[in-house]
């Protein structure tokens, strides 16, 4: 019988000699299907902006994939404003489409969200396209769970998700959002 080996990711920062990657990967079908035209949010913007850190994660020495972290408070109004202070939101996509589908994106996930844990996060949001299926079921083997049903945010149709720190997940079932009484205490 086979053990099971668990994937480990290089994630690193990225750097202007990345751009080039990271435009060809935004170009991309299943990613701009998601994410939209590269020219509304240029990823050189982001790199010089402070509230936002820009990552590359690597397969046995090969980038496959983008994430980006932020200070979900730094923009006001946002929609992860009731997320305690110290949380990051998240963004993240597959560059590379062999790679999609084979489970790379939860388990990805799962490992910068525990590093920034690690670093302090009391929480960390996430919003899918009410539509990418695959990307609320990788997100939900994360341990997110979903926090709001459809909603239009600045950036586009979204569900929210959410992932606390030291609490276990709770278990998500296809469109039926957890019990929301934590955020109010009752």
């Known amino acids: 019988m086979l053990a099971a080996v668990e994937t480990r990711y290089l994630i690193r920062p990225v750097g202007e000699a990345d751009l080039p ?12 299907r998601w994410w939209g035209d590269p020219a ?4 050189e913007e ?10 590359i ?11 980006q972290d932020y200070d ?7 929609p992860f404003d009731y997320l305690p202070p110290g949380s990051r939101g998240l963004d993240v996509y597959i560059g590379e489409p062999e790679l999609v589908g084979l489970g790379h994106g939860s388990r990805l996930v799962r490992q910068h969200v525990d590093h920034l844990f690690g670093l302090g996060a009391p929480a960390v949001g996430i919003d899918p396209h009410p ?6 079921r ?22 929210l998700m959410d992932r606390r ?16 009484s934590w955020r109010t205490g009752g």
Not at 57 to 63: D, V
Not at 72 to 78: D, F
Not at 131 to 136: G, L, P, Q, Y
């Open 21 to 32: 990657l990271l435009r060809g990967w935004r170009a991309r079908p299943h990613v701009s």
């Open 40 to 43: 509304l949010e240029p990823v």
């Open 46 to 55: 982001a790199l010089i902006e402070p509230n936002i850190a820009l990552w």
């Open 57 to 67: 994660a690597e397969l046995a020495g090969r980038p496959f994939a983008f994430i």
């Open 72 to 78: 979900v408070h730094a923009w006001t109004p946002h």
């Open 131 to 136: 539509d990418n299926t695959a990307a609320h």
């Open 138 to 159: 990788a997100f939900a083997k994360a341990g997110f769970a979903v926090a709001s049903g459809p909603l239009d945010t600045p950036w586009g149709r979204a569900i």
């Open 165 to 180: 720190a030291g609490i276990d997940p709770l278990p998500v079932r296809e469109g039926r959002a957890r019990d929301a």
